[in-house]
């Protein structure tokens, strides 16, 4: 994998963006602001999903945006992802349709298989089935070889230029990887100074797949149950366990005259990691946009190295996020 200084590129060619706007957890007007806002400070990526229930407002913001400015479309580099309940025969195509739909687009940047695990839902608006006692409705026939398969169906229709994967474990790329035609070009996982997964690092480096990390500030308003202070996001109290609180972090973000958040971006994409912070604040999204005039040198890298916490800096996993929690069973449960 090679990069073009703000860019990565991906194996069929195409640069994709290294840092990006997250839009999971916001919708209506305030999600329609952060867009606007991050396109106009220079994002030129936006990660949604089918699952997130918003991209009918990203599309909107986006078109929006591109008439305004008079940019062809073909500028911003749109991620969206299959949801967890089209793990099924036909879902992809279908998902996608209605995503592009939602988007008002022809074609995606990047289709990203949301999760290797499946759920059986009733309607495709239900995007988090449950049974009358509240269980998960899981599918244990989930079988992520022919939904690959699927992924590559709809990438040689055109409807998405890349396809990918997202919270996959290395022995789960490794079966999609010894069955597929198109290799994925992307593994979208958790990923920041806390939880650095090096083996999942070098067998996507190997395999020549991008990795985009994901809640790089560890997620402070999901889990802000961890913060002493209750605040979201931390308020600087310190002491709280937060990776934006961290005092390597802060010392490196003082010798450069930046933000800790500037610091934990800086530190994904200089390893060629794309990152996708989520902000609802216009403020802060530039402000995490601003990370191109100051390098981290190799001190200050190896020092971050050091505050990997393993699988205790995860957020993601059964302990905190309700949805892995409750998915456990599945035969496809990636951690
Ligand atoms: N593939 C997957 O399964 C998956 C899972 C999770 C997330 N994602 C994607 O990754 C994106 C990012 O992850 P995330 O939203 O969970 O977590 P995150 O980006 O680590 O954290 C977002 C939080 O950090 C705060 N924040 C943003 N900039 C800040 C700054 N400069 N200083 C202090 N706080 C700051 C935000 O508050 P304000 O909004 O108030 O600024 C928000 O509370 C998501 O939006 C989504 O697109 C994908």
């Known amino acids: 994998m090679s990069g073009r200084g703000r860019h990565v590129v991906l194996r069929m060619g195409q640069n994709m963006p290294l840092l990006g706007l997250g839009c999971s957890q916001m919708g209506g007007e305030k999600l329609s602001a952060a ?43 749109v991620v969206t992802k299959l949801p967890t309940i089209g793990m099924h025969a036909g879902g992809p195509e279908k998902f996608l349709k209605k995503s592009l739909d939602q988007l ?25 089935p ?7 409705c899981l ?13 590559e169906k709809v990438a040689k229709a055109g409807l998405a230029k890349n396809i990918g994967v997202s919270n996959f474990n290395i022995k789960q790329m490794r079966k999609v990887i010894a069955n597929a035609t198109f290799l994925p070009a ?29 809640a790089p500030f560890g997620s402070p308003d999901r889990f802000n149950t961890g913060c002493r202070s209750g605040s979201s996001p931390c308020d600087g109290d310190g002491g709280c366990g937060w990776v934006l609180e961290d005092p390597v972090v802060r010392l490196v973000a003082e010798n450069h005259s930046v933000t800790p958040a500037q610091v934990l971006l800086r530190f994904l994409v200089q390893q060629n990691i ?4 989520k902000s609802a604040n216009p403020t802060r999204i530039a402000q995490n946009f601003d990370i191109w005039g100051f390098k981290l040198t190799e001190t200050e890298m190896e ?30 449960y990636p951690l």
């Open 186 to 214: 992307v593994l979208q996982v958790e990923l920041s100074v806390y939880i650095q997964q090096p083996q999942v690092q070098e067998y996507c480096r190997r395999q020549n797949i991008v990795i985009t990390a994901y």
């Open 104 to 128: 008002r687009l022809d074609y995606v940047d990047l289709y990203l298989v949301h999760t290797p695990f499946g759920l059986k839902a009733k309607s495709d608006t239900d995007v988090f």
């Open 139 to 151: 599918d244990d026939a989930t079988d992520i070889i022919s939904v690959w398969k699927e992924m």
């Open 303 to 332: 020092a971050l190295k050091t505050r990997d916490k393993g699988e205790a800096g995860r957020r993601f996993g059964s302990n905190y996020f309700p949805l892995f929690k409750w998915v456990s069973d599945h035969p496809e």
């Open 274 to 277: 794309a990152t996708i912070p």
């Open 130 to 136: 449950r049974d009358d006692k509240g269980y998960p």
């Open 35 to 77: 867009v606007t806002a991050a396109l106009d400070a220079g994002y030129r990526l936006i990660d949604t999903a089918y699952a997130y229930e918003n991209e009918g407002v990203v599309g909107e913001a986006l078109h929006r945006w591109l008439g305004r400015t008079g940019t062809p479309r073909e500028v911003v580099f």
